[in-house]
């Protein structure tokens, strides 16, 4: 296996911006009250979801670090230094990996469309700017 160079103050910067858009992409500005109405939850049950807040943003965090990581190799193997570079690497990681792999929740699960489309698009911008911080920051 190639030897990777991997910056993880990068690693830790893109996974803090994913962390971010998160709270700006789930927050009321852009899809809350959307992602809200097609999860079929109410206010009172949003409310009751807060108490487990801390230990979700915890988690969530080091998911972001964990994927910020893997990506970091990623962009590291293609040789990406740029900014189209590291929006390839993450468009392409999105659509072989969470895109597709997340559509059976559609699928199969009979989850709302609109609700895949509001995840899968928080992921893919996500994604594109991790692959920018990793790509760039070198």
Request: no cysteine.
């Amino acid at each position: 296996m190639p030897q990777v160079d991997i910056n993880y103050w990068a690693v830790l910067v893109a996974a803090i911006a994913n962390f971010g858009l998160g709270a700006v992409w789930y927050s009321p500005a852009l899809f809350a009250k959307r992602w809200l109405a097609l999860m079929k939850k109410s206010e009172a049950e949003l409310e009751q979801m807060k108490k487990g807040a801390p230990r979700a943003y915890a988690l969530s965090f080091v998911g972001a670090l964990v994927m910020s990581y893997v990506l970091a190799h990623i962009v590291d193997y293609v040789q990406a230094t740029t900014v189209a570079g590291g929006l390839e690497s993450g468009f392409w990681l999105w659509l072989g990996f969470v895109g597709t792999t997340n559509l059976s929740g559609v699928l199969f699960e009979d989850r709302p469309t609109g609700l895949y489309l509001i995840n899968m698009g928080y992921y893919l911008v996500s994604l594109l700017i991790m692959g920018t911080i990793l790509a760039v920051w070198t």
